[in-house]
């Protein structure tokens, strides 16, 4: 493992301790800007060309052009898995609409800065949080309208995290004002009803179209399990079988408490559990070394 973590900003890698942007950068005054986390799994960027498709949508509904050819994007994200020795680890991409005098409006013709950084995380407690299950507390969804879209003006989110936090769980399930889950703070949502109905949240600008849950789906049905999609209020949550959370970073990860009343026993249900298996194989299949 490099003694030293790599960054890369607008062409160059940079040593992680000094990279930086411009001051003027609409990303930092603004949060004009979206991201991506990638997982990396044995070298394997995992689900890099659903976790790209989205970036483009994303910047699309913006209006703010890509920064590089997305081949060109595939050798920058494998050379900084290289430059930092990753095994296991993780990829943080983020692309603002550029630098610019500090205006609300947009001027055109910027040209969007883009910052990709990389860390290291240890699969055996990733595995372990599988094992056990974690807890959430449910929360007031207080975002913007147009949540399908991965920007970077994340502070309700943060604010719903910490909060979860500091009441010793690991995730808040946001709840809209008709009183439906629409998604967590960092994560999709899904529950598996009494009668064993696997339900999601449908896709709208009310939830992000998650790159993991999409997956899912593609291994669901595959296997020939059905899911839902549709919308589920925070009382029908409650008295789930069971209920699951899917990130990059989590796979299919059970939640065993929720707002202090035990879920399924308070451990990871047979679903959540063949969820994660079917996923963590499609995803392994398709993906392909980094080096």
């Known amino acids: 493992m490099p003694s030293a973590r790599w960054a890369y900003v607008n062409g160059q890698y940079l040593p992680h301790a000094i990279a930086g942007v411009h001051v003027e950068d609409r990303g930092l005054q603004f949060a004009d800007a979206v991201y991506e986390v990638c997982a990396i799994n ?18 699309r509904e913006l209006d703010i052009p890509m920064p590089m050819a997305r081949a060109s994007l ?11 020795g990753l095994r296991d680890g993780i990829i943080y991409l983020q692309v603002t609409r550029g630098i610019a005098r ?28 599988r094992q056990s299950g974690v807890i959430a507390i449910s929360h007031p969804d207080e975002r913007w309208a147009r949540c ?4 970077t003006a994340l502070l309700p989110n943060t604010l719903a995290k910490t909060a979860a936090r500091r009441q010793g769980a690991f995730e808040a399930i946001l709840v809209d004002g008709e009183g439906y889950v629409t998604e967590g703070a960092s994560t999709n949502v899904w529950i ?6 696997i339900v999601t949240r449908n896709l709208s600008h009310d939830i ?12 669901a049905a595959e296997a020939q399990m ?12 409650k008295s789930a079988q069971e209920i699951f959370l899917t990130a990059a970073t989590l796979g299919a990860t059970a939640v065993i408490e929720l707002d202090g009343s035990p879920i399924g026993g308070r451990r990871p249900g047979p679903i959540s ?12 299949r398709r993906a392909i070394p980094s080096a």
């Open 192 to 197: 598996v009803t009494k009668e064993g109905e």
């Open 273 to 284: 559990q063949r969820i994660q298996s079917l996923y963590a194989d499609l995803a392994r």
């Open 102 to 129: 500090r205006d609300h409006a947009a001027p055109s013709g910027l040209r969007p800065t883009l910052i990709l950084t990389a860390r290291p995380v240890n699969p055996a407690v990733l595995a372990a949080r």
């Open 42 to 59: 044995d070298r394997r960027l995992m689900d890099e060309e659903e976790h790209l498709d989205r970036l483009e949508r994303s910047l």
């Open 74 to 84: 595939k050798l920058v994200l494998r050379e900084l898995v290289r430059r930092n």
């Open 208 to 219: 992000l179209p998650g790159v993991t849950r999409r997956v899912i789906l593609d291994a």
């Open 148 to 151: 399908d879209i991965k920007s």
């Open 226 to 237: 059905r899911i839902t999609q549709r919308r589920f209020t925070l009382q029908e949550t």
